[in-house]
T-cell receptor, first 113, second 115 residues
Framework: AQTVTQSQPEMSVQEAETVTLSCTYD???????LFWYKQPPSRQMILVIR??????QNATENRFSVNFQKAAKSFSLKISDSQLGDAAMYFC??????????FGTGTSLTVIP | DTGVSQDPRHKITKRGQNVTFRCDPI?????LYWYRQTLGQGPEFLTY????????KSRLLSDRFSAERPKGSFSTLEIQRTEQGDSAMYLC?????????????FGQGTRLTVV
């Protein structure tokens, strides 16, 4: 079975500080992509960052970076210098089988001014 | 191209009525997905198309749900005899396999309320 698990329903961070959102997954596949999506309130889901499972180097996009541990099946998202606009639901996802995207239950991030 | 477009954005219907939603994917994308999302949950897979072929359907998708993608362009999702449990956000997404597995691009969703 393919599963994605986010164990932090809610997180908060002070503006300008750093926060890490956790994600674990389970799959028997060896080649897949992992994603973090952001869903602001009442707005559409957008991609934050993507990681290819066969690449050991962690992906980075400006203030967003991941810690990908393939053996541990862990894929966390680090947001540095948090901004008010980062407040949203964050979903961890993957396309393990190439036929669909599997999503976690999400982490609601609050940024405190 | 302005991205994935869904219509309508909101739909309120009485229990037992049929509803149809439309999704226009990004034009060069050959894959199209339908997801359902309830409050506080992640998107739940319903079905996906590659071009005009419906390749996979979730076992959670009852016979009241049907989806089409004629000519491999836009797609429609129809729910017959709606029930209150069908109330949710219905998300459409598209992606391309021509450049390898890439991310899905989502529309803004259609929020269905069954009263």
């Amino acid at each position: 079975a393919q599963t994605v698990t986010q164990s932090q329903p809610e997180m908060s961070v002070q503006e300008a500080e750093t926060v890490t959102l956790s994600c674990t997954y389970d799959t028997s596949e060896s080649d897949y992509y992992l994603f973090w999506y952001k869903q602001p309130p009442s707005r559409q889901m957008i991609l934050v960052i993507r990681q290819e499972a066969y690449k050991q180097q962690n992906a980075t996009e400006n203030r967003f970076s991941v810690n990908f541990q393939k053996a541990a099946k862990s894929f966390s998202l680090k947001i540095s210098d948090s901004q008010l606009g980062d407040a949203a639901m964050y979903f961890c996802a993957s396309d393990f089988t190439g036929n669909q995207f599997y999503f976690g239950t999400g982490t609601s991030l609050t940024v405190i001014p | 191209d302005t991205g994935v477009s869904q219509d309508p954005r909101h739909k309120i219907t009485k229990r037992g009525q049929n509803v149809t939603f439309r999704c226009d994917p990004i034009s060069e994308h050959n894959r199209l997905y339908w997801y359902r999302q309830t409050l506080g949950q992640g998107p739940e897979f319903l079905t996906y198309f590659q071009n005009e072929a419906q390749l996979e359907k979730s076992r959670l998708l009852s016979d009241r749900f049907s989806a089409e993608r004629p000519k491999g362009s836009f797609s429609t999702l129809e729910i017959q005899r709606t029930e209150q449990g069908d109330s949710a956000m219905y998300l459409c997404a598209s992606s391309s396999i021509r450049v390898g597995n890439t991310e899905a691009f989502f529309g803004q969703g259609t929020r269905l309320t069954v009263v």
